[in-house]
């Protein structure tokens, strides 16, 4: 039991490290270029995996970050998008926002988690 509660708190810090490569991301005020948008798909995409595969088979933490997991699932064809140099509408910008609510959530919800513990 002990190691099975070690392999959780490493499998929930990878996921606060891939979350927190993110929030940094989107607080970046550089130019959002397509090598921006590009590094941002690739960090969304491992935190989606980290979410799915590690947490989900062990983790009472995705039942309450389901609607974040298919938020970030929604936002990757956005951010291939823009990746590819589609302007970044005033609708992109929004979802933008709504992704670094979320992601502020989810190290929220990480935080509380590994304290708890």
Not at 18 to 40: C, G, H, M, P, V
Not at 44 to 65: F, G, K, L, P, R
Not at 85 to 110: A, P, W
């Amino acid at each position: 039991m002990f190691k099975m509660e070690l392999a959780m708190l490493d499998m929930i810090r990878e996921t606060q490290t891939k979350f927190e490569e993110i929030a940094l991301l989107l607080d970046q005020a550089a130019s959002k270029n397509s090598e921006y948008f590009a590094t941002l798909n690739e960090a969304t995409q491992e935190a989606y995996v980290t979410m799915n595969e590690d947490m989900c088979e062990s983790s009472d933490i995705c039942h309450e970050c389901a609607k974040h997991r298919d938020f970030l699932q929604k936002i990757i064809p956005v951010l291939e998008d823009l990746k590819e140099g589609t302007v970044l509408t005033d609708e992109f910008s929004r979802q933008l926002k709504e992704y670094r609510e979320i992601i502020n959530d989810i190290l929220s919800r990480i935080s509380s988690v590994l304290a708890a513990r």
